[in-house]
């Protein structure tokens, strides 16, 4: 079973900084392009950052250029989101998503897969 888990969440005031990890487990065969994205209170998802399989290229929403950094370790099935000068605005739940390439015993073939954590909560407040 192939899943992801994300890490480093909690309350952090205006201002501040949090690391959130995503580590990818499972039978995996390899990993492409990563991303995060969040969904506040009340409001539809939004794409925060996206990261191709070697690293070399980024993407990132509008609200959080030059704020946050998105970055991924091949060798341990990771992906990061460095966030810095957060604003109350920037609250949230943040999930990892990663599409991936795993080996499926039942099939005896490798398959595409699309797939997404279970969120960790960002709090920025006072």
């Known amino acids: 079973q192939v899943q992801l888990v994300e890490s480093g969440g909690g309350l952090v005031q205006p201002g501040g900084s949090l690391r959130l990890s995503c580590a990818a487990s499972g039978s995996i065969f390899r990993l492409n392009a990563m991303g995060w994205y969040r969904q506040a209170a009340g409001k539809e998802r939004e794409l925060v950052a996206t990261?191709?399989?070697?690293?070399?290229?980024?993407n990132y929403a509008d609200s959080v250029k030059g704020r946050f950094t998105i970055s991924r370790d091949n060798d341990k099935n990771t992906v990061y989101l460095e966030m810095n000068s957060l604003k109350p605005e920037d609250t949230a739940v943040y999930y990892c998503?990663?599409?991936?390439?795993?080996?499926?015993?039942?099939?005896?073939?490798?398959?595409?897969?699309?797939?997404w954590g279970q969120g960790t909560l960002v709090t920025v407040s006072s």
């Open positions: 990261i191709i399989s070697s690293g070399g290229s980024t």
């Open positions: 998503n990663a599409g991936l390439f795993y080996y499926s015993e039942s099939s005896k073939m490798y398959r595409y897969l699309e797939v």
